[in-house]
């Protein structure tokens, strides 16, 4: 069984409360210098259903075919346009300090026909100028400019907090379980990336842990001190930090300038959004920002549940239930027991379909096959069915099924003997 170090305030005696953790054995933990300088959602990206307005894909389509830089006007708002293929849509149209990134045009259905058309992804600048109201009503407002019979059909979301006064140690990772299968260690220098958890070793102190893939659950915990100035976001969020104040410091900060702070983060593909909502009881859809906001406590918990740092085996690290049970997202949990969809009974076959859709991609790699040849013979690989029910059962797009031929062909030149 999973337990926690026992918690108690040594302020007013109360058991369950406090900094002070007590293990079986004794052993005592103080986290009262660990200070949390903010909590919030990182990153928002919104998928919208719909048909294309023929006039303004027109006004994109000219801009994008008329110059490399091109620029086109959106709202009263000037983006750069871009290529949007590697993300599944044919135009991409960004503006940084705006804080707004739009997808238009699903690259795999006909701009006429219904289809998921819209991706919006922000910025945390965007979002933190803004209420959860406003951030909903907003990005509704952009998918209505582009979109006619507009419907939204998921969100992803990155739930952050970042924290001075402890700091992962060199053997972070062996201690943290997870069932993530792909995690990746940064420690400046150089990546390693690997399979499961045994045998995994870092040289020096690691800056970045990941644990997870990007079209999943990934947990995420970095030294967000040194990623501000890689991101150019150090006004920004030291800014932010400086409103951060506790019983001791106030009314002054207690940011800490000289020491470094450190980011948890959680990132929820919209798949792992859907498939908690529909396997939870008692849990509604959650397909916008605001059918969200009331669950982003419960998320963060459910992740962190499930994700966690271990002193010794089902035994929590008090600094994971610290950041567990004291962050909070707005909304207190729902009481409600969150858990991901079972997967339903498929025919029995998907153990091959992986097999054999891996050995296709190996012999397209080999033989120098584009991503768009290799997606086309895919198609004529007597495969195609089965594939695609492999993948629409765990809700992946074509859209993400055609970014995982391309990351496989990549994967398989660059790192396989193929590449030979």
């Given at each position: 069984?999973?337990?926690?170090?026992e918690?108690?305030d040594?302020?007013?005696?109360?058991?369950?409360?406090?900094?002070?953790?007590?293990?079986?054995d004794?052993q005592q933990?103080?986290?009262?210098?660990?200070?949390?300088?903010?909590?919030?959602?990182?990153t928002?990206?919104?998928?919208?259903?719909?048909?294309l307005?023929p006039?303004?894909?027109?006004?994109?389509?000219t801009?994008?075919?008329?110059?490399?830089?091109?620029m086109?006007?959106i709202r009263g708002?000037?983006?750069r346009?871009?290529?949007?293929?590697?993300?599944?849509f044919?135009y991409?149209?960004?503006n940084?300090e705006?804080g707004l990134?739009?997808?238009?045009?699903?690259f795999?259905a006909?701009?006429d026909?219904q289809?998921?058309?819209v991706?919006i992804e922000?910025?945390?600048r965007?979002?933190y100028?803004?209420?959860?109201h406003?951030i909903?009503?907003?990005?509704?407002e952009w998918g209505?400019?582009?979109?006619n019979g507009?419907?939204?059909?998921?969100i992803a979301?990155?739930?952050?907090v970042d924290?001075?006064?402890?700091?992962p140690p060199q053997?972070?990772a062996?201690?943290f379980?997870?069932?993530?299968k792909?995690?990746?260690v940064h420690n400046?220098m150089?990546?390693f990336?690997f399979?499961g958890?045994?045998?995994s070793t870092v040289?020096?102190r690691?800056?970045?842990y990941?644990?997870g893939?990007?079209?999943?659950?990934?947990?995420?915990?970095?030294?967000?001190s040194?990623?501000?100035d890689?991101?150019?976001?150090r006004?920004?969020?030291?800014g932010?930090?400086?409103?951060?104040?506790?019983?001791n410091?106030f009314p002054?900060t207690c940011?800490d300038p000289d020491?470094?702070?450190w980011?948890?983060e959680?990132r929820?593909?919209?798949?792992?959004?859907?498939?908690?909502s529909q396997?939870?009881?008692g849990?509604?859809p959650?397909?916008?920002y605001m059918d969200?906001?009331?669950?982003l406590?419960g998320?963060?918990q459910?992740a962190l549940q499930g994700?966690?740092y271990?002193?010794k085996r089902?035994?929590?690290?008090p600094?994971?239930?610290?950041l567990r049970e004291?962050?909070?997202?707005?909304y207190?949990?729902p009481?409600?027991?969150?858990?991901r969809?079972?997967?339903?009974p498929?025919?029995g076959?998907?153990?091959?379909?992986?097999?054999?859709?891996g050995n296709?991609l190996?012999i397209?790699?080999?033989?120098r096959?584009?991503?768009?040849r290799a997606?086309?013979c895919l198609k004529?690989?007597g495969l195609?069915?089965?594939?695609l029910?492999?993948?629409?059962?765990r809700?992946l797009?074509?859209?993400?099924?055609?970014?995982?031929?391309?990351d496989?062909?990549?994967?398989r030149?660059l790192?396989?003997?193929?590449?030979a």
């Amino acid at each position: 069984m999973i337990t926690d170090f026992e918690r108690f305030d040594i302020h007013t005696g109360e058991i369950g409360e406090g900094d002070l953790f007590i293990g079986p054995d004794g052993q005592q933990i103080n986290l009262e210098h660990v200070n949390v300088l903010w909590t919030g959602v990182d990153t928002v990206r919104q998928l919208f259903q719909g048909r294309l307005k023929p006039e303004v894909l027109a006004v994109i389509a000219t801009a994008y075919e008329g110059s490399f830089n091109a620029m086109v006007t959106i709202r009263g708002i000037e983006f750069r346009v871009q290529s949007g293929r590697r993300g599944g849509f044919k135009y991409l149209l960004q503006n940084r300090e705006y804080g707004l990134t739009l997808l238009v045009q699903n690259f795999y259905a006909e701009s006429d026909t219904q289809g998921t058309h819209v991706k919006i992804e922000t910025s945390p600048r965007w979002l933190y100028e803004r209420s959860s109201h406003q951030i909903h009503d907003e990005l509704t407002e952009w998918g209505m400019f582009f979109l006619n019979g507009i419907n939204p059909v998921g969100i992803a979301l990155h739930l952050a907090v970042d924290f001075q006064g402890w700091e992962p140690p060199q053997d972070f990772a062996q201690h943290f379980v997870t069932r993530a299968k792909t995690v990746s260690v940064h420690n400046g220098m150089s990546d390693f990336h690997f399979q499961g958890l045994e045998g995994s070793t870092v040289n020096g102190r690691g800056e970045t842990y990941t644990f997870g893939k990007a079209n999943s659950l990934q947990v995420c915990i970095y030294d967000k001190s040194k990623e501000v100035d890689v991101s150019d976001k150090r006004a920004f969020m030291e800014g932010i930090w400086e409103c951060a104040v506790n019983e001791n410091s106030f009314p002054d900060t207690c940011y800490d300038p000289d020491k470094p702070v450190w980011r948890l983060e959680i990132r929820f593909h919209h798949r792992i959004v859907n498939e908690i909502s529909q396997g939870t009881p008692g849990m509604k859809p959650i397909y916008t920002y605001m059918d969200a906001v009331p669950h982003l406590t419960g998320l963060w918990q459910y992740a962190l549940q499930g994700n966690r740092y271990e002193v010794k085996r089902d035994r929590v690290h008090p600094i994971w239930t610290k950041l567990r049970e004291d962050i909070g997202f707005g909304y207190s949990a729902p009481d409600l027991m969150y858990k991901r969809v079972k997967k339903e009974p498929g025919c029995g076959n998907e153990k091959n379909v992986s097999l054999a859709f891996g050995n296709l991609l190996s012999i397209y790699a080999r033989n120098r096959f584009s991503t768009r040849r290799a997606w086309e013979c895919l198609k004529q690989s007597g495969l195609w069915d089965d594939l695609l029910n492999y993948y629409q059962r765990r809700e992946l797009t074509k859209n993400e099924l055609y970014q995982l031929v391309e990351d496989g062909l990549i994967k398989r030149r660059l790192l396989s003997k193929v590449a030979a």
